[in-house]
């Protein structure tokens, strides 16, 4: 939604007429097959108490649709997922036209008729010769299925937008000092003094068994939670209506058969369709399946042990999922991880003996001892020393001494003075446009945040269903 309010402005009126003309090749039958139907008029959402039927939403995705090369169709009309995430992309877009259109109307703005007809005029697909061809103008028309009154209503809308958006696309100036701190505090350098204590550098002991159960109570190793799986699979092209139409056919059967309380395995051997059985894993270590998607996987994930699925379209055909078993999260036997936390309890006591270290150094450092075995140099945000020095060397004020903790190692840290940064022309107007840009998206959020406090969408969830259906 937020994107569509930075770009409306930069957006020319003709590009409204290249939606139109493509909407004329996109098959009613087809999108209506792929999508569903909404009978009558019936009312998807409101904005600000404007109604959006699902008349509008199905005529909106099928202009979006032609817009699409064949290749993005095709992924749209076999994939449940992309034609739910196509159709929230459209509603959202709706939503936000909707609302910019009430914040006009509520300004008052006027569109007359004789803008219109001047902006008619100067489309470039409506002349010939240089001048307004009442003819091109017809066929263009007559051909996308619009009558000039629907054409004028839709440009009408466009441009009322486009009077409520124009202010958001002037820059916003940014005061020089700003840019001037801003620079100084990305640009500058500072000298610090750093040591390095590492894990590595302390000897310790074998660990007893009493030491590492000990360790182990501290330090438990949970197990995610994981699930076995099966599932049905009827393969079908489903983009092509007759294949479809077959193949969930037989889907229905392989249904009725489940509930009727056949095995799943037995279901589909009865009806030539595929039985698969997955071993248990977790929500981020998916089997090498290509049915088990993200969308896929978070159903599993939030189905009860031993329910079947409801029929699921997918873009290889219908598939029904069962979850066979659950092992809950839970906490790892110590004698299954014996083995692997010698290493780890060697890790940690050693940074236990490095933190000491630093801590001596440090207590030195701020008693007025030189800092053993320091470095000293100038560094950059982004070069000079170890990342997390870097980090605590511009975070902390001059004059701090810390500790600062690593992977592998501790550091103690002195922050030293602070180097100006010489002036670069090209740096600073980088800088510049970069904290403008920053600037107009803050208005741009304030702006949308705004529109949704004022025009607050209200959805008919009984009509929102029919498109959005969970799959």
Same mark, same amino acid.
């Given at each position: 939604m937020?994107?569509?309010?930075r770009?409306? *402005?930069e957006k020319?009126?003709a590009?409204v007429?290249?939606?139109?003309l493509?909407?004329?090749?996109?098959?009613?039958?087809?999108?209506?097959w792929?999508?569903g %139907?909404?009978?009558?008029d019936?009312?998807?959402?409101?904005?600000?108490?404007t109604?959006v039927?699902a008349?509008?939403?199905?005529?909106?995705?099928?202009?979006?649709l032609?817009?699409?090369?064949?290749?993005?169709?095709r992924?749209?009309?076999?994939?449940?997922?992309s034609?739910?995430k196509?159709?929230?992309?459209v509603?959202?877009?709706?939503?936000?036209e909707?609302?910019?259109e009430?914040?006009?109307?509520?300004l008052g703005? +006027?569109?007359s008729d004789?803008?219109?007809?001047?902006?008619i005029?100067?489309f470039?697909?409506?002349q010939?010769n240089g001048?307004?061809?009442?003819?091109?103008?017809d066929?263009?028309?007559n051909? *996308?299925g619009?009558?000039?009154?629907?054409?004028?209503?839709i440009?009408?809308g466009?441009?009322?937008?486009?009077m409520v958006?124009?202010a958001m696309?002037?820059?916003v100036?940014?005061?020089?000092?700003a840019k +001037?701190?801003a620079?100084?505090?990305r640009?500058?350098?500072?000298?610090?003094d750093f040591? &390095?204590?590492?894990?590595?550098?302390f000897d310790?002991?074998?660990?007893?068994?009493?030491?590492?159960?000990a360790?182990?109570a501290q330090?438990?190793?949970i197990?995610?939670?994981t699930?076995a799986v099966?599932?049905?699979l009827?393969?079908?092209e489903?983009a092509?209506?007759?294949?479809?139409d077959a193949?969930?056919?037989?889907?229905?059967?392989?249904e009725d058969d489940i509930?009727? %309380?056949?095995?799943?395995a037995?279901?589909?051997?009865k009806?030539?369709?595929?039985?698969?059985?997955?071993?248990?894993?977790?929500?981020?270590?998916?089997?090498?399946?290509k049915?088990? &998607?993200?969308?896929?996987?978070a159903r599993?994930f939030?189905m009860?042990q031993g329910?079947?699925?409801e029929?699921i379209? &997918?873009?290889?055909?219908?598939?029904?999922l069962m979850?066979?078993?659950?092992?809950?999260?839970?906490a790892?036997?110590?004698?299954d991880?014996?083995?692997?936390?010698?290493?780890?309890w060697?890790?940690d006591e050693q940074?236990?003996?490095?933190?000491?270290?630093?801590?001596?150094l440090?207590?030195?450092l701020n008693?007025?001892a030189d800092?053993?075995?320091k470095?000293s140099?100038?560094?950059s945000r982004? *070069?000079g020393?170890?990342?997390?020095?870097l980090?605590a060397?511009f975070?902390?004020?001059v004059?701090?001494?810390?500790i600062v903790p690593?992977?592998?190692?501790?550091?103690?840290l002195?922050v %030293?003075?602070i180097?100006?940064?010489k002036?670069?022309?090209?740096k600073m107007k980088?800088?510049?446009?970069?904290?403008?840009?920053?600037?107009?998206?803050?208005?741009?959020?304030d702006?949308n945040s705004?529109?949704?406090r004022e025009?607050p969408v209200e959805v008919?969830?009984k009509v929102?269903?029919?498109f959005?259906q969970a799959?």
């Amino acid at each position: 939604m937020l994107e569509y309010l930075r770009n409306a *402005s930069e957006k020319t009126i003709a590009k409204v007429l290249i939606s139109i003309l493509a909407f004329s090749f996109v098959g009613w039958g087809v999108a209506d097959w792929i999508f569903g %139907g909404s009978a009558g008029d019936n009312t998807l959402l409101t904005v600000g108490g404007t109604k959006v039927s699902a008349q509008q939403f199905n005529v909106e995705k099928s202009r979006e649709l032609a817009k699409m090369t064949k290749e993005e169709q095709r992924k749209v009309y076999a994939d449940i997922e992309s034609q739910n995430k196509f159709a929230q992309q459209v509603l959202a877009d709706m939503i936000t036209e909707q609302m910019v259109e009430n914040r006009a109307n509520d300004l008052g703005f +006027v569109v007359s008729d004789h803008r219109i007809a001047r902006e008619i005029r100067e489309f470039p697909e409506f002349q010939e010769n240089g001048e307004f061809s009442t003819l091109a103008f017809d066929t263009v028309l007559n051909n *996308s299925g619009y009558s000039e009154a629907q054409f004028a209503d839709i440009l009408r809308g466009q441009v009322a937008r486009s009077m409520v958006l124009g202010a958001m696309a002037v820059p916003v100036p940014v005061p020089e000092f700003a840019k +001037v701190a801003a620079y100084n505090a990305r640009y500058a350098e500072r000298d610090i003094d750093f040591a &390095t204590v590492k894990y590595s550098d302390f000897d310790v002991a074998t660990p007893t068994e009493e030491q590492l159960q000990a360790f182990y109570a501290q330090n438990q190793k949970i197990l995610p939670e994981t699930r076995a799986v099966s599932y049905v699979l009827v393969p079908a092209e489903m983009a092509q209506p007759d294949k479809y139409d077959a193949g969930y056919a037989i889907a229905v059967k392989v249904e009725d058969d489940i509930i009727a %309380g056949e095995k799943m395995a037995d279901a589909a051997k009865k009806h030539g369709a595929k039985y698969v059985q997955l071993d248990a894993f977790a929500r981020d270590n998916r089997p090498a399946d290509k049915m088990i &998607t993200d969308a896929m996987l978070a159903r599993i994930f939030d189905m009860d042990q031993g329910l079947e699925s409801e029929m699921i379209e &997918t873009k290889d055909g219908f598939m029904f999922l069962m979850v066979d078993k659950i092992n809950p999260e839970h906490a790892a036997d110590f004698k299954d991880v014996r083995a692997f936390l010698g290493d780890e309890w060697k890790k940690d006591e050693q940074k236990k003996l490095a933190y000491v270290r630093a801590n001596e150094l440090l207590v030195d450092l701020n008693g007025g001892a030189d800092l053993q075995n320091k470095k000293s140099v100038r560094v950059s945000r982004t *070069s000079g020393a170890p990342v997390d020095v870097l980090v605590a060397a511009f975070s902390n004020p001059v004059g701090t001494n810390t500790i600062v903790p690593g992977t592998d190692a501790f550091y103690v840290l002195s922050v %030293g003075g602070i180097t100006e940064p010489k002036s670069d022309s090209a740096k600073m107007k980088h800088l510049s446009k970069e904290l403008e840009n920053m600037v107009q998206k803050n208005v741009m959020d304030d702006y949308n945040s705004f529109l949704q406090r004022e025009y607050p969408v209200e959805v008919n969830e009984k009509v929102f269903d029919k498109f959005f259906q969970a799959k």
